[in-house]
């Protein structure tokens, strides 16, 4: 059965960091793309950061871009957001996300972490 559990969400004031992590178990980690996604209550699901399987690209929605670095570790099966110069509209659940390196591939998501800005 396949698992991606998240870990290091929290409340940070803003301009804080946090760096999300996210354990993947019962799948070929190293054979998947990693991202994370965020949602905000009454909202869409937005895309925030993705890592190739090769760990070799990375892209970020532009809201990020500058502030959040993904990176992952095949021998953890763990994949991170650090999160820097934090602003209050970061605030969601964010979402971790693995999606094999395939056309058509099996797709999976975590459960989610609360992340909290204050102004």
């Known amino acids: 059965q396949v698992q991606l559990v998240e870990s290091g969400g929290g409340l940070v004031q803003a301009g804080g960091s946090l760096r999300l992590s996210c354990a993947a178990s019962?799948?070929?980690?190293?054979?998947?793309?990693m991202g994370w996604f965020r949602q905000i209550l009454g909202k869409e699901r937005e895309f925030v950061a993705r890592i190739n399987w090769t760990a070799a690209m990375t892209y970020y929605a532009d809201s990020v871009k500058g502030r959040f670095t993904i990176s992952r570790d095949n021998t953890k099966k763990t994949v991170y957001l650090q999160m820097n110069s934090l602003k209050p509209e970061d605030t969601a659940v964010y979402y971790c996300?693995?999606?094999?390196?395939?056309?058509?591939?099996?797709?999976?998501w975590g459960q989610g972490t609360q992340v909290t800005v204050s102004s």
């Open positions: 996300n693995a999606r094999l390196n395939v056309v058509g591939g099996s797709e999976y």
């Open positions: 019962g799948l070929t980690f190293s054979a998947y793309h």
